[in-house]
């Protein structure tokens, strides 16, 4: 029995012997190369692909994954960011990335198998130890458009279409870039940024640059042009003429109830009057606060449900916005959503008849 | 405070009672300061209240007097044994009829002293709603078809009774003047009501008695009584619209009070006409903030590094308030917007 416990002892230094010396010695060969023993290149993927079936969880709702502004969207999110691993379709993939171990999978390969919200929860959590990112902003909303983009590569995407999908609009380089999301092609999504000014633009785009405004779009967006750029960017977006849009069709009860709440002309004390910050009349404000004339919809709701979970950032003004938003109802948040969107120009519109 | 804890392990236990009841003395006596104390009454409510609560005490000590006399006369002054008669008689007088009779009559008392209670005003109505953490006051004078609207402050006229309706935001808070009468507790959308009879003019304060979230602490308020003619004129002047100050400092404050959005959430009523500010609801009005007695619902003065300090430190002067802390401006727009709050009198 004792000679059983010493032998025991002595296997148990021997090993802590021979890891320390794998570690500090260099003794393993990390090269991608010699890749891994015959069975643990299964072993690991077939754990991946089993752990997400796991964890991933099917929403009670999925966007609308044919909508084509969110498969743009996605599609040009993912030619910045995901592209130079996994190619495009109809592309072959670059031999230096294919190199990898493990290799990313060409994405016509990479989406099969998969439902959405699998695709939704690889996109948002990445995959530890193989290279594939984790999405760069804690927030797992914007990453549905990605998914339409993958699910329509699923359905098979051809490499005219994709090409089609992600070209950049005539004009000036970094301008170009920026204008093929901030386009009013994809306008229900992405906010329009003439007709806000050049310091809530600048402010915005300096959130994004440092992380205090948690979007995995725009950060890797800002990471395309240099600082310098940006803030000729900023100034050159705030002097384009505000596009005109036409107001989506709205009740008109629900829009009178959302211009009595941002006035504060309700019995609810609980709302601060919008009016006061934002406007119409918005003259008086402070430059850093933008107007709401001309957001799409779905932009203006999401940003306010950010808002209200504490989610969104911004720049030094931005606690005013998040204290302002903190009692908003669900229902407060349609009525002022239907009121800003059919609102036309700052002092024009529906308040003034 | 923490001091003396950390050192009465040391001190022997006669010294640490001696001790341990000073500081409940001295935190007993402070509450008698007269301001906030329900044994110094400003009003006839409190008067009858402190009457009640001489009464009670009064009798208990008698009481306690005679049955303590009574143990000591069994125990050390007669020792022999009671006869079986006595006995009996001290039983059924001592145990049954005298109870009996003191609770009947202090009942008696007590129920008597309800109907003043529950008085009904002389013509003044005060509407009180209990936010978080702040008092929403509305004065309506007899036959006011609109109000007159103030916060974190009472006014009352002395020598008359006011009617008081309380109501509550979103929680429920507690309406308590010690100085002036009972206290009335505040339910999200059921009113309740009470009446107070300041006796002559009089400055005391009130505070929330019912815990009501983090900052319940901090809701606190002026209570001033006024001789009537004075409390008509101050009336006059709360129901005037807001008079800005005129001062460059005062003009260049009442911009940034725009710029920065206060309007949202306070309202400064304007010159009639002149009023194209949203009328925010969601914080106290400022008309005429320059001429109440405290800021925050009593938790601060009202000199100009008050104001200042208030605006740019919300948070970390009323734990989860509901006003941003406007740290971001500069220290010439702070003082710029203290001018021009302190100058709206
Ligand atoms: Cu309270």
């Not at chain 1, 964890?55 to 502004?69: F, I, K, M, Y």
């Not at chain 1, 040009?76 to 990313?104: E, F, I, K, N």
């Not at chain 1, 940024?193 to 809530?200: C, D, F, H, I, T």
């Amino acid at each position: 029995m004792r000679y059983l416990w010493q032998m025991l002892a002595a296997l148990a230094v021997l090993a802590a012997l021979s890891g320390g010396a794998v570690v500090t010695l260099g003794l393993y060969n990390v090269s991608a190369r010699v890749g891994h023993l015959p069975g643990v290149s299964w072993v690991l993927h077939t754990a991946f692909r089993n752990s997400v079936r796991l964890r991933a969880e099917r929403p009670p709702q999925l966007p609308d994954l044919n909508d084509p502004a969110l498969i743009e969207l996605g599609a040009r999110h993912y030619d910045w960011a995901c592209r130079a691993c996994h190619a495009a379709p109809g592309v072959a993939q670059s031999p230096t990335m294919a190199a990898m171990v493990p290799p990313p999978p060409h994405i016509e390969t990479a989406v099969q198998g998969w439902q959405p919200h699998h695709l939704h929860w690889i996109t948002a959590n990445g995959i530890k130890m193989t290279g594939m990112p984790q999405w760069p902003a804690a927030r797992d909303d914007e990453v549905w458009p990605v998914v339409a983009f993958l699910t329509a590569v699923q359905d098979g995407m051809t490499g005219a279409a994709y090409a089609a999908l992600t070209r950049l609009p005539d004009g000036p380089a970094p301008q170009a870039y920026c204008r093929g999301c901030h386009t009013p092609a994809l306008g229900t999504h992405v906010p329009p940024l003439a007709g806000q000014g050049a310091a809530y633009l600048r402010m915005s785009l300096r959130a994004y640059l440092d992380g205090s405004r948690a979007s995995g779009i725009m950060a890797q967006a800002v990471s395309r042009p240099s600082p310098a750029e940006l803030d000729a960017l900023a100034t050159w977006f705030a002097q384009q003429p505000a596009p005109t849009h036409a107001p989506p069709p709205t009740p008109a009860p629900l829009i009178a109830q959302g211009r009595a709440l941002a006035h504060a002309a309700t019995a609810d004390p609980d709302v601060p009057a919008c009016a006061a910050c934002h406007g119409p009349n918005a003259s008086e404000s402070a430059a850093e606060t933008p107007t709401l004339v001309g957001l799409p919809p779905a932009y203006i709701r999401q940003q306010l449900l950010l808002w209200r979970d504490g989610a969104r950032g911004g720049g030094s003004r931005a606690h005013l916005m998040r204290v302002a938003a903190q009692n908003l109802s669900d229902a407060d948040i349609t009525a002022l959503t239907a009121y800003y969107t059919t609102l036309e120009t700052n002092g024009t519109g529906p308040e003034n008849e | 405070m923490t001091g003396s804890t950390a050192r009465v392990d040391h001190i022997a236990p006669s010294r640490r009672l001696l001790r341990s009841s000073a500081l409940l003395a001295t935190l007993a006596l402070s509450g008698c300061d007269g301001r906030q104390s329900v044994l110094a009454p400003g009003g006839a409510d409190a008067r009858v209240l402190g009457d009640l609560f001489w009464v009670m005490l009064g009798g208990a000590i008698i009481l306690w007097l005679l049955v303590n006399g009574l143990f000591f006369y069994v125990t050390r002054i007669n020792r022999a044994a009671l006869s079986r008669r006595f006995a009996n008689g001290l039983i059924i007088v001592g145990g049954v009829i005298f109870p009996t009779v003191i609770l009947g009559a202090l009942l008696a008392y007590g129920l008597s002293i309800m109907p003043d209670q529950r008085a009904p005003g002389d013509g003044l109505t005060l509407r009180v709603t209990g936010e978080q953490w702040w008092w929403r006051v509305e004065y309506w004078p007899e036959g006011a078809e609109a109000p007159i609207i103030s916060a974190n402050e009472i006014r009352l006229p002395a020598g008359q009774r006011s009617e008081i309706i309380l109501d509550a935001g979103r929680v429920i808070h507690s309406f308590w003047i010690p100085a002036l009468g009972g206290k009335m507790d505040m339910f999200p959308g059921r009113e309740t009501r009470m009446s107070l009879h300041p006796e002559a003019p009089g400055h005391w304060r009130g505070q929330c008695a019912e815990f009501c979230g983090a900052s319940h602490a901090l809701m606190a308020f002026e209570v001033v009584a006024m001789a009537p003619d004075d409390f008509a004129l101050w009336l006059a002047a709360q129901e005037a619209p807001a008079a800005p100050p005129a001062d460059p400092a005062g003009i260049r404050g009442a911009e940034v009070f725009t710029r920065e959005g206060c309007g949202a959430c306070h309202t400064v009523r304007g010159p009639e006409g002149r009023d194209s500010q949203p009328r925010g609801a969601v914080g106290p009005d400022l008309t005429h903030v320059g001429s109440r007695l405290s800021l925050g619902a009593g938790t601060l003065g009202t000199t100009l590094e008050d104001f200042e300090t208030w605006i740019a430190h919300t948070g970390a002067i009323k734990p989860e308030v509901e006003m941003p802390a406007y740290d971001h401006l500069s220290a010439g727009d702070l003082s710029d917007l203290a001018q021009y709050l302190k100058g709206l009198e």
